[in-house]
């Protein structure tokens, strides 16, 4: 190799050292901010300061040359981690996940991540055992799990309701959450068990998919008559590294017709329009065709054909799934209007 790379590439590790060593102080810095935050009882992301972050890296990049893609890439990282360092996770507790799906491993890998105790237990034991393993935390028979647990979560869909219902009696004097998406039924259900078995129910909803280390992202969380000591569980939830929404469930339902419903209606559209256009026009390959913005919607499109059942029972059991479908057609029908048909 010729000398002069040789020597650029001493020039290069120095700078890389450099960097390395910037990036250490920063995330030792946000780690003290994340120690104010937590004792003064503010969630780890602070969306103000990112946009503020966001406008003066573009603007220095810009000013060096550095194109706006490479900030793209950096800067989310840089705010996951700088998250994860932030995370608190104030005192150990002992939580019982039942339920092996995504957003139980979603979950799981944040209790572990945090340095909570944590086991999983469900009807299919393997599975629940490979979950397990993944994350080097224990895996439990139902008994000794319920037994043990002191937060118990229910990481199940709503149609393993049924198994919920047969299993509750063994949660007297538990805390115990759900984290279902749609909450009109079940919250009432849940609730009244938690009144016949003395348990202490208190219902979340995690807004997000599946995704391993959530840091950053937002839980919703629902008090019921039986819930003691809220602040207790919205600040094991804080410490956990994600931002908390207090809420009831008739606003939580409101807010889910626009954000679920609305949404994953258009979503749903769209993926079959597309299919449709393709087939009309003959169009084969459309993907050398898309642009940035298309690329992605289609990513977003694709998550949400990935969770298809959950999306249809959302769409099924929000209470304002009808309005909010009629006026989403109503709004294209408009828009189609002016502009001419
Ligand atoms: O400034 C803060 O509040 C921080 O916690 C630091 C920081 C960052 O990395 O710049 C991280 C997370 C917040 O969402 C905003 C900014």
New binding site residues.
């Given amino acids: 190799m010729s000398a002069e790379i040789d020597e650029l590439r001493k020039e290069i590790e120095a700078i890389d050292k450099q960097i390395l060593e910037l990036l250490s102080r ?1 995330l030792k810095i ?1 780690a003290k ?2 120690e104010i ?1 937590s004792r003064i009882g503010k969630d ?4 103000k ?2 946009q503020k ?1 966001r406008e003066y890296w573009y603007n220095y990049a810009r000013n060096l040359g550095i194109p706006d893609s490479m900030v793209e890439s950096i800067l989310p990282i ?2 996951s981690y ?2 994860m360092v ?1 995370i608190n996770p104030g005192k150990k507790k002992n939580i019982t996940v039942i339920g092996y799906g995504g957003m139980a491993r979603s979950l799981i890998s944040l209790f572990s991540l945090v340095g909570h105790n944590v086991v999983v237990t469900g009807r299919n034991k393997e599975k629940a055992e490979r979950l397990a393993s993944e994350f080097k935390v224990v895996y439990m028979d139902l008994d000794s799990a319920l037994n043990w647990g002191e937060y118990i979560i229910l990481a199940l869909s709503p149609s393993s309701f049924d198994y919920i219902l047969r299993i509750s009696p063994k949660f007297t004097s538990k805390v115990v959450m759900d984290i279902f998406s749609s909450k009109n039924e079940i919250f009432k259900e849940l609730e009244k068990l938690s009144e016949i078995y003395s348990f202490n129910y208190i219902s979340t909803h995690p807004l997000f998919g599946p995704i391993t280390y959530p840091v ?1 992202e937002r839980i919703v969380i629902i008090p019921s008559k039986t819930s003691k000591n809220v602040n207790e569980i919205v600040n094991f939830w804080r410490e956990c590294g994600l931002n908390t929404t207090v809420s009831t469930v008739e606003e939580h339902e409101k807010a889910m017709a626009i954000v679920q419903v609305l949404a994953h209606f258009y979503i749903l559209g769209l993926h079959r329009s597309i299919d449709e256009l393709r087939k009309e026009l003959g169009i084969e390959n459309l993907s050398n065709f898309y642009t940035t913005n298309f690329k992605e919607l289609n990513k977003i499109i694709e998550k949400v054909s990935n969770i298809l059942p959950v999306i249809l029972e959302i769409q099924k059991s929000n209470p304002y799934a009808y309005k909010v479908r009629d006026i989403g057609v109503n709004e294209l029908q408009k828009i189609k209007e002016e502009l001419g048909g």
């Fill in positions: 920063r946000s901010i994340g935050k780890v992301t602070d969306e300061r990112e972050v840089l705010f700088s998250k932030q950053g």
